[in-house]
């Protein structure tokens, strides 16, 4: 089953899908499924408790229509369904001999009728009387049927249903979804052309696929005209994150510089804007000038999802630490002239005092890595209980050797020394990055231009396209087919979650 989010706010494509092919809306009548044996209208007339009201939603009466459900040829086929009173739940027995137990409550909330056309719920929970049972279930080719004490008809497409089944094995498998490998330092970054990236829909989506499973992307003749960088980046989404640096930063040594990057010395391992509640998602960092004479200079990138991972593996208590014990992270800053990468003053930098706390691993629900954060050059003082103090150093130290020296280190930094007209496009939210120290003849420069997108914005438009790509190649009338080496099925964690949603790391 292909997931892409779930938590506060889930999408699937096959839900997606399936909105966008049905013309339906969610009052279009839907057939009962082959085999039905509908009750009564006297006899549910008696089920129906007297003056049951529910929202806004008027409640269909056994002759009302209900929604209209999308399906298709090879959703999943359920053998059987029954009620199980005692446990309040209706069990799906599916062909392949896996089970699943759906909540009444739970299958009413999401009954497809209290869905407007623009996806938004009319039926609240608070709304539905927990005194509602089923009388009758039944079971089509592609859907399951649920007649309920009110006389209320619910359809259910069989693959929504075991797209969202909550059964343990079924959740295990989203959380415990394979993850890619991780780029290993003799990986070449994945490259595309900026000129089709440009041009092209598909070559947007194709960039957005690496940078989920790998986490970092080249994108190649870009041409090193200034600004470029924000071009390339609204091809995803509006820029974000303007407050400290501006829609734009120059990324260029300067003298009395206001901040590390804009020296020539080493940056370590980190992640940008820590001390955002939402940090950026997706980073744009594209090279305008860069010495050929110059030594140093290389950027670096270690996938920070593995190094957690390896450390949970061989020190699982510290582990346990990390995740927590909360960090403080901050910018404090007073106010500033900015420059330019000509070294002109071209805006004042208003005063700054951010400051978050979270610990550097988060995990979901079921104690999955959901995201991690590191930039050790903008931490504040530890706040936490006393008995933590000593533990959480321990574990920090551990975790910054791993990611900084070492066999692990070196067999996992993945280093590369950019060139005029080329951009490097990475998930700030899972690559941890870097810069090796450098020098320029006099007149020559290291120059970068850099930019943010949200992290929602760049999910969504990954979301859309591979939506649309999908529901083209899968419609007979389409003539477009997906690129070469392109597999829409295959499993990949979706790192381009929205860190703090509460959500699964599933798969897609």
């Avoid at 003056?51 to 929604?67: H, K, L, M, N």
């Avoid at 005209?225 to 040594?253: C, K, N, Q, W």
């Avoid at 500033?336 to 003053?345: F, S």
């Amino acid at each position: 089953m292909t997931h892409v989010l779930r938590g506060t706010r889930h999408y699937s494509w096959s839900r997606a899908a399936a909105f966008l092919r049905t013309t339906a809306s969610s009052t279009a009548a839907a057939a009962a499924a082959p085999g039905t044996q509908r009750l009564p209208p006297a006899r549910l007339q008696q089920l129906r408790p007297p003056a049951v009201r529910f929202g806004t939603a008027a409640t269909a009466s056994a002759g009302q229509p209900t929604s209209a459900i999308s399906t298709r040829n090879n959703d999943p086929k359920v053998s059987s369904t029954e009620v199980l009173p005692s446990e309040r739940q209706v069990e799906v027995l599916w062909d392949d001999g896996h089970n699943s137990y759906f909540d009444y409550t739970w299958l009413r909330v999401n009954c497809p009728s209290f869905l407007h056309e623009s996806g938004q719920r009319t039926l609240f929970p608070g709304d539905v009387d927990p005194g509602l049972k089923p009388v009758e279930t039944s079971a089509g080719d592609s859907r399951v049927s649920i007649t309920w004490s009110d006389g209320h008809l619910s359809c259910y497409g069989t693959a929504w249903l075991r797209e969202h089944d909550n059964s343990p094995s079924a959740l295990h498998e989203r959380s415990h979804g394979s993850r890619p490998a991780p780029l290993r330092a003799w990986d070449a970054i994945p490259k595309v052309d900026a000129r089709d990236y440009m041009e092209d829909g598909g070559a947007v989506y194709r960039t957005l696929r690496k940078i989920n499973r790998v986490g970092v992307v080249l994108l190649e003749n870009a041409g090193a005209e200034e600004g470029t960088v924000l071009d390339l980046a609204r091809r995803v989404a509006p820029v974000s994150h303007h407050t400290l640096y501006g829609e734009m930063f120059d990324v260029i040594s300067q003298d009395n510089p206001r901040n590390l990057a804009y020296t020539n010395e080493r940056l370590r391992m980190h992640m940008d804007l820590v001390y955002y509640e939402s940090p950026p998602g997706l980073q744009f960092l594209h090279c305008l000038e860069f010495d050929e004479g110059a030594k140093g200079g290389q950027t670096n990138f270690l996938d920070a999802f593995a190094a957690a991972d390896h450390l949970r593996e061989k020190f699982p208590e510290k582990f346990e630490v990390l995740s927590r014990v909360p960090t403080t992270f901050e910018k404090i800053r007073a106010a500033a002239p900015r420059v330019d990468g000509e070294g002109r003053n071209v805006q004042a930098l208003e005063p700054s005092h951010m400051q978050y706390q979270r610990p550097i691993f988060q995990l979901d629900a079921n104690g999955e890595l959901l995201a991690v954060t590191w930039a050790p050059m903008f931490e504040g003082v530890l706040m936490c209980q006393p008995q933590d103090v000593v533990p959480y150093y321990l574990a920090y130290r551990e975790f910054q050797r791993l990611v900084e020296e070492g066999p692990y280190a070196e067999s996992h930094t993945v280093r590369q020394r950019l060139k005029p007209g080329q951009c490097l496009v990475f998930n700030n939210r899972r690559m941890l990055h870097g810069r090796e120290a450098f020098t320029t003849s006099e007149k020559g420069s290291r120059w970068l231009q850099g930019c943010y997108v949200n992290i929602d914005d760049a999910t969504s438009r990954l979301c859309g396209l591979h939506v649309s790509r999908r529901s083209s190649s899968s419609s007979p009338s389409s003539s477009s087919a997906p690129e070469s080496g392109t597999d829409y099925g295959s499993v990949a964690p979706n790192y381009l979650t929205r860190v703090g949603n509460g959500s699964l790391p599933v798969s897609w």
